[in-house]
């Protein structure tokens, strides 16, 4: 199976890391996960899992999984692992054993503060590792889990890296379909169920929940945000914004493409459109080039930000770029300004193999927004794009 | 739409609840919640989050919620919370304000040991609170929301019954097409493909995981438990088992059910399978017989497991039953034994408005597993069952 191929990619990626941050073991301890998802399991493991269960990788490279007897079959078939203990009655006295015999230094586990995709462990299960480690000594011996978390998710391989392309350019055609598809007057909800209609029919699976994805913004009466879309019709002289993903393969892709509706006469956008398009396109363009291995996500974020004050608009009141992979939005590291939100997050550093998307909105009175997202994988010369950047304003109603 | 009106309902459950616990107020600490969902969530809100949110429900009937700005529209729509805050640059100082205003003597957060399903809270996320709050004196008045959530989930209303019986009547249909569709020499993964191509077709969704669900169990040599749909094909004189359950309306069923394939020559299964059914199915009502208000787990899974090991038969090695709702395992109540990784869930006593699974297997050697699962809902008066329970042995290869 490619996805077997994939995990053990990234089983044998964590040793490294572990190795490059001198962790001993790292402790991956979960129950439940269909209801209680760890995200670090879907590099490691990509199933789910019942009982209390623990995968353990350590530096010197060995790979073990702990889990109840009903889920062992699945571990030994999928070849990652190079011990399987499947346990009956608890986990405690398996996971004490190896414990035991491994005598690690530190124990990392997963979670964080600053970084969602690194905080898997609930506090309930922190109180029950806690609990079972309890007089062992090794409870003295935990750390987070943040560091590993963050360079294993955030430096994507070849494979995840391909896989995210294809994703992308699915939702390139998708845009094109929807150009097609979309005439004036429809709704905000008469578009999302065409695209919906499209992306279950293709079988795919979505970058963030299906209610709010693809997010259709018509005109200026629209909600800006996280809005489920709406009645509200798409108007000669209006903005079309649509915010997309789609899940393939198990990854993901985050574009914004824009439109505008040309009225009666018009041959072009009018100038206040095209200024915003130019502000847009320009604020992207100019923080992408910040982007580079070693800058902190902050930097990159005030790179556009500047641009779009220094162009008369208000500061967007986000980040200018999130991790992009599993999901849309993969933790790690923000390009977003040092606000209390993004603490933490906005002062990590950009590595190579990092996907990010780029993106910043600014309103257009009266017709709406004017919102652009590309996606980008940086590299060590510099960033190379995903996406196709939309470069001019698109057009409907046309002939 | 229906949904507000259940999520309504619940979040006035929760109230209710509160003053039966005497606990002044009820937060619900989340965030990126399609990549961190609480369990709790789905009860009092449905949708996804994205920055740090929090929903502060009182003693006394204040229904708050405090989301990202970008959040707030979805939220002021729905209008099940009383005050809606949209915040900008973090969630700290409104959170505070709140605070300092309810002066709770009491805050209940969604962590637990034993309850998958009321440990919403990270640890990351518990330590952001902590800081949060630090200095403020709330900090120590943080307590496990617990119980609220054992009750708010287990609980089931009108509507929530009636979506689960509805799911469970959807999966005995699909029972009764597999009894159609399956034949001699067919491999379980060509019953999973079958099952999985109508459940998509029906746009139903699935109690857990699709690469599990349905769990297709042919003869002596499939692996038991949570395993993959594998190449074992169906055979003459063995016994085909089937675990499926569906989500519809938000909505889950678990049901198991046995077919013996009848040999050349046979009229009805050898003395062996009679038995096991039997005896199977006479544990499920002797089992049943102790679900009632006010019972511990432990002990309705004792009478069951009992019944079994009279009967001759190994004990079982999981839990007698579940409560279902949401989804297929919904936390709370676990009918199983006092062994370590039951702890806590099994002492947890039956109320009225829970719904359970009751299930159990033995193996009837050479011939493949007997395994049968009914789900039911606790009355005052005793269990109503809502599926239509398995009486006798089901056949295939008949005429």
Redesign the interface.
């Known amino acids: 199976m490619e996805d077997t191929q994939l995990i053990s990619e990234k089983v044998t990626q964590a040793v490294h890391i572990l190795r490059e941050l001198d962790i001993d073991l790292w402790l991956t301890f979960v129950?439940?996960t269909?209801?209680?998802?760890d995200?670090a399991l879907e590099l490691i493991f990509g199933?789910?899992l019942?009982?209390?269960s623990a995968f353990l990788i350590t530096k010197t490279g060995e790979k073990i999984a702990l889990v109840?007897?009903?889920?062992?079959?699945?571990l030994l078939?999928m070849g990652v692992y190079s011990e399987v203990i499947g346990y009956?009655?608890?986990?405690?006295a398996p996971l004490l054993e190896q414990l035991n015999r491994l005598q690690p230094r530190t124990i990392a586990i997963n979670?964080?503060?600053?970084?969602?995709?690194?905080?898997?462990?609930?506090?309930?299960?922190?109180?029950?590792l806690h609990?079972y480690l309890a007089g062992s000594g090794f409870e003295e011996r935990l750390i987070s889990a943040e560091q590993i978390n963050f360079h294993l998710r955030g430096r994507k391989s070849p494979i995840e890296i391909a896989r995210i392309r294809q994703a992308v350019q699915t939702t390139e055609k998708l845009f094109d379909e929807i150009e097609n598809f979309v005439r004036p007057g429809m709704t905000q909800r008469e578009i999302s169920d065409f695209v919906h209609g499209r992306i279950d029919e293709m079988g795919l699976g979505y970058s963030?929940?299906k209610?709010?994805n693809p997010i259709v913004t018509c005109g200026p009466d629209s909600?800006?945000?996280?809005?489920?879309p709406g009645d509200v019709a798409l108007q000669k002289g209006h903005l079309l914004h649509i915010d997309l993903g789609v899940r393939e393969n198990g990854y993901a892709s985050d574009l914004q493409r824009m439109w505008y509706v040309l009225n009666d006469g018009e041959t072009e956008a009018p100038p206040d459109v095209q200024r915003a398009f130019m502000a847009v396109s320009g604020a992207i363009q100019t923080g992408e080039k910040f982007l580079r291995p070693g800058t902190p996500g902050w930097k990159v974020d005030e790179a556009a930000r500047e641009f779009i004050v220094d162009h008369g608009y208000p500061e967007y009141?986000?980040a200018f770029g999130h991790m992009m992979g599993r999901?849309a939005?993969d933790?790690g590291t923000v390009l977003g300004p040092q606000?209390?939100?993004y603490k933490g997050s906005c002062e990590l550093e950009v590595e190579v193999g990092n996907v990010f998307t780029l993106e910043l909105h600014v309103v257009v009175e009266g017709r709406g927004i004017m919102s652009l997202e590309e996606d980008v994988v940086v590299t060590k010369e510099g960033v190379v794009y995903l996406s196709t950047p939309q470069d001019s304003i698109r057009y409907l109603g046309v002939g």
């Open positions: 129950r439940e269909s209801m209680a998802p995200p199933g789910d019942t009982w209390h109840g007897q009903y889920d062992s079959a699945n078939e009956n009655e608890g986990i405690r979670y964080s503060e600053r970084d969602v995709a690194a905080d898997g462990l609930s506090h309930g299960m922190f109180r029950t609990n963030w929940p209610p709010f909600a800006v945000g996280h809005a489920v009141m986000h999901v939005h933790g606000w209390e939100r």
